[in-house]
């Protein structure tokens, strides 16, 4: 038998495609679930009052990562931490109106990663901060980003149908209109009696369904899929019998509402992000009214609860498709968010309550379900981890990968292989290095290029003091020896990198 050139190298290829798609085949899927704004509310990670079934669902089959953290909190700099696996002091991104790409244009993200490795990825709702001066990145999708609302009203008297102050920031076309006023603020809750579908995470949630449906019926290669939803983002805006589902009068009220004792006057916040809304007042820093502090934290949790619902959705539809049993699930919350504890409100602080995020992970073979990962865990961990799990190589890449590979604490939960997490963020020109152990937290704060004798030194030990009451940094040497001697293992911060024209 003759064989020709021709068709021995057409078996080859033959070969070569199919030994690709059997490897492809034999990959775990990833399903990728972002939230905005969302602290541990949730009852698996013990929070009593919050009503968290489809959150609990995933605990109770994944590993809960309790004492996880992000690595700064604030929305667009959490999001590169996680799509490149770099702390912002590494990469000089802290603020808004900064591109990763205008610093590392072969940058390789984490669904990059994926793709170049035979995976589609897609991505649904928020996923890369959209907005004030940040755009997607097209690079990072198989196809175009489906994105949706962040800033979300369907009740005329919330916004009176005008562009509000935050949606003109979301949508880049600025807070004040052309002729240079501010523009109007929008509500910082709404409860309109409507269907899921009205609101922006009914509609993601719904979208995913159908990709993931798609995704059956079409793809014959592994994907990853980024689902991003935006509740508990401001403003509140969630169906109505979300709101009913609590009863406002046992919901928690803050406990300690001023600053740390000791703190310097600049390590806090006043007003900020929550005075963009009506009816909230400009208090400098001075408690809200109890009733005010009352719906707003109502808002929250009925926010939660209505994001957990369209979660339910999207892994009913995994289950229902089969691709439960061959996809790693990974639910994040980009920063925590403040209830009024030290007279603050939502995040941008160096506090336990806006840097503290859940993070669940559930392997296809549910590998240890249910069990909680003592491990510290930074952000930037889920790129090294999601990479590992997927049997994925290491990526080649121009950006600094920071993150530790988790798949030994998913073995193993009780497994250390960190003793700390290090976050950041800025006040100023003052970068506000931190880094939490099991006991204490440390916030160096340090002018950029300026040397450590020059050091403003925040700690507090949460053994002793969990809500941060005193600042403990002088009465204590040698605890701020010892945290002051693990900070002295990071390098120094890269300045921030100048913001886009």
């Not at 609590?246 to 009220?253: I, K």
């Not at 009214?289 to 707003?296: A, G, V």
């Amino acid at each position: 038998m003759i064989v020709s050139k021709r068709n021995l190298i057409l078996s080859a290829v033959w070969l070569g495609l199919t030994s690709t798609l059997i490897q492809a085949a034999d990959k775990p899927n990833v399903l990728l679930i972002l939230v905005d704004d969302l602290k541990p509310t949730i009852r698996a990670f013990g929070d009593a009052v919050a009503i968290t079934p489809n959150l609990d669902r995933l605990a109770r089959t994944g590993v809960r990562f309790e004492s996880a953290y992000c690595n700064q909190a604030v929305c667009m700099a959490s999001r590169y931490n996680l799509m490149l696996g770099s702390r912002s002091t590494s990469t000089g991104f802290y603020n808004f109106g900064t591109e990763f790409r205008t610093v590392y244009p072969d940058a390789v993200t984490l669904p990059q990663h994926f793709m170049n490795n035979g995976y589609v990825a897609h991505s649904v709702g928020k996923v890369y901060h959209i907005g004030h001066g940040n755009t997607n990145d097209d690079a990072s999708w198989s196809v175009p980003h489906h994105p949706d609302k962040v800033i979300d009203y369907v009740l005329p008297e919330s916004n009176h149908r005008e562009l509000t102050r935050e949606e003109g920031l979301f949508t880049n076309m600025g807070a004040r209109d052309e002729t240079g006023e501010l523009r109007p603020r929008g509500a910082a809750w709404e409860a309109a009696d409507v269907l899921d579908e009205a609101y922006a995470d009914g509609r993601t949630a719904a979208t995913a369904v159908d990709r993931l449906q798609w995704l059956k019926r079409n793809e014959n290669k592994p994907f990853f899929l980024a689902v991003g939803f935006v509740r508990p983002h401001l403003p509140f805006s969630a169906p109505k019998k979300y709101w009913d589902s609590y009863d406002r009068a046992n919901l928690p009220m803050p406990v300690y509402e001023k600053p740390p004792e000791g703190a310097p006057d600049f390590a806090g916040k006043e007003d900020g992000e929550i005075a963009a809304f009506t009816p909230i007042p400009r208090t400098n820093g001075t408690p809200f009214e109890s009733d005010l502090t009352q719906k707003l934290i109502h808002g929250y949790y009925a926010s939660v609860t209505y994001m957990d619902a369209q979660l339910g959705k999207v892994l009913d539809a995994l289950e229902e498709t089969g691709f439960a049993d061959n996809t790693i699930v990974v639910l994040w919350g980009d920063h925590g968010f403040h209830l009024g504890d030290h007279g603050v409100w939502t995040k941008h602080t160096n506090y336990e309550q806006a840097v503290r995020i859940p993070v669940i992970i559930r392997t296809p073979d549910r590998r240890n379900a249910g069990k909680n990962a003592i491990q510290l865990t930074e952000t930037v961990d889920i790129y090294p981890t999601l990479a590992s799990l997927a049997g994925l190589p290491a990526p080649q890449t121009s950006q600094p990968i920071d993150g530790l590979d988790l798949s030994p604490v998913l073995s193993t939960p009780g497994k250390t292989i960190r003793d700390y997490a290090y976050h950041t963020f800025n006040r100023g020109n003052r970068n506000g290095r931190a880094i939490r152990s099991a006991r204490y937290r440390l916030i160096e704060w340090l002018p950029f290029g300026k040397s450590a004798t020059e050091a403003i030194y925040e700690l507090y030990d949460f053994q002793e003091d969990p809500l941060e009451t005193r600042n403990i940094a002088d009465s204590d040497p040698a605890a701020l020896a010892q945290m002051k001697a693990l900070l002295a293992r990071e390098p120094a911060a890269v300045p921030q990198v100048k913001k886009n024209r």
